[in-house]
């Protein structure tokens, strides 16, 4: 009996070499992450019944009771003989892995190859491996691998599959003292060696196992992070900014020699490998990329060929293509490029996939934001829109006065009026104008304001040449002047002394409007509600600011901020900072305005 086990031992290690050496296969992982299918469970009864055949091949003859050495694969039984090998342990593996159905195949094919054989047990064997591929099918059912508790009860599982192969020979083989003499010398061994044997065996599944989870874990974080360093850029939409930008982190934190990201006809961005002739604002070239587009699903190559690019000496030799969708319409592609086809992997296509699906629904967002903003921005354009009535009668009365005085300057104010209409006008149909606009716009309030109070207040403006063809939103400066005229300073004050700044300068990439007066200042019960909501109080209500405040977040985000700071007897500072470099949503417009 003792002399039994090192054989044995021999016979578990060669079965646990081959397990290894499968269990380095992509194809053998995925088979054991994945057996839900029906080619994956045929796989697995293929694999685990040869485990069977090979055990059965290399057991250790065993006639009269004594252990018949040899080198040799056991093809065939004497009458009076038996085998004692590791055959329950791969019909217990397979079990326990892949079910029932799974179970039952392995058992059958190992019992039947056992059958085969020949020996006075040959019967009992069969019957044993069948009996126990069923049972450890059932019972796998219930055991799931990926709990820390399965495995031990795997391992118990195969000890006592093998104690019924023991009981069944006493059972069934005859003569019942040939048996029992059997079963007295390989008992102890085939049941310590089998559980041993299936200990190391589930070992190596549940490394697997783990190992995959591992790699799922990394990849969905990584998902995630890329999705969330991308975010900031596709909520700007599909433009050539935004697709550099995701492009350059995707690059970054993957495998890819190259990252392209287009939309239904221009490559937006390209950042990487190729970059020669993959063009950034050049039309499509691929003709993997267009059979996405038309499609609307993933496409995959892993030659040049496939890929179909202009240029046929192209570096990149392998990609996989994603549609980027909103609302279910293809709206554009993520490709990733390999100089190798080998490092287009499982892994990178999983997590490309996942980051296809992510960027999808963060464009779907940024649409419905967009559309919502839009709906904001025309409410806000239509408050905007309208004069005060006051205002018009008051600049009517002022110009018809000053006819009869000094045409002239009727004149003049008549064309500020027209500047003032105007700017109203287009201000409401754009989402942002030139810096230059805002301050005619402020400009022409002014002088229709000076004219009805001459001497009464006093305008300073200090811009930067630079920045006057910049882009802001329209209505930003106007109403804060307006403001300051209305509510800064009392009514009877003295000439001269009413005093507004309004100053522009660039700082690193941010544009940084001011305006200051040295009004009367504002409460501090009113000054923490400013910006943030309107506000009753016999000053006003604040909607002015507060419309100003929620545009330039609509429309910059992070990016942009809106700061009040003021003290009572000591006027009121208006800092608002905006990018320079910022696209809304795709042209801007500004172009369309001409000085005159």
Known sequence: MISLLPLMLERVGILLIVAILLSRLKSFR?????EDGVTDKIRLIVIFGAFGVISNYTGVEIRGGSLIASQAWQTWIETDGAIANTRIMGVVIGGLIGGPVVGTGVGLIAGLHRFTLGGFTAVACGMSSILAGIATGYLGKRIRLRESGALWRAVVIGLLMECTQMATILLVARPFEAAAA????????MIFINGFGTLLFMLII???????????AHQTQLAFTIADQTLPFFRQGLNPHSCREAAEIIRKQTHADAISITDRHHVLAHI?????????????????????LEEGSAGKAVTREQIQCSKPDCVLQAAIVLPLKVLERTVGTLKLYYKKPSRLDQAEEELAEGLSRLFSTQLELA??????????????????AQVHPH??????????????????????????????FRSNLQGARQTVVPLYKELEHVRAYLSLEQARFPDKYSMRMEIDPALEEIGIPPFTLQPLVENALKYAFPAHAEPGRSQIMLRAYRE?????????????????ELLAALGSRTVESLEGTGT???????????????????????????GTKVTIRLPIHHSHWGETHVESFDRR
Request: glycine letters at 6%.
């Open 30 to 34: 995925n088979i054991v992450n994945h």
């Open 182 to 189: 059997l079963v007295e010398v390989i008992a102890v061994p």
């Open 206 to 216: 549940q490394s697997i196992i783990r190992e995959e989870t591992r790699t799922r």
């Open 272 to 292: 990487g490998a190729g970059a020669d002739h993959h063009v950034a604002l050049q039309p499509i070239s691929t003709q993997l990329t267009r059979q996405v």
């Open 367 to 384: 649409e419905a934001e967009r559309q919502r903003r839009l709906l904001k921005d025309a409410e806000i354009k239509a408050l905007q």
């Open 391 to 420: 205002f018009l009668f008051n600049a009517f009365n002022t110009i018809s006065a000053l006819c009869r005085m000094d045409p002239e300057k009727a004149r003049t104010l008549l064309q500020q009026l027209s500047v003032f």
């Open 508 to 524: 690193q990439d941010k544009m940084v409007l001011v305006t200051e007066d040295n009004g009367r200042g504002i409460p501090g």
């Open 544 to 570: 002015a600011l507060y419309n100003i405040c929620k545009r330039i977040d609509e429309l910059y985000g992070a990016e942009g901020d809106f700061r009040i700071e003021s003290k009572p007897g000591a």
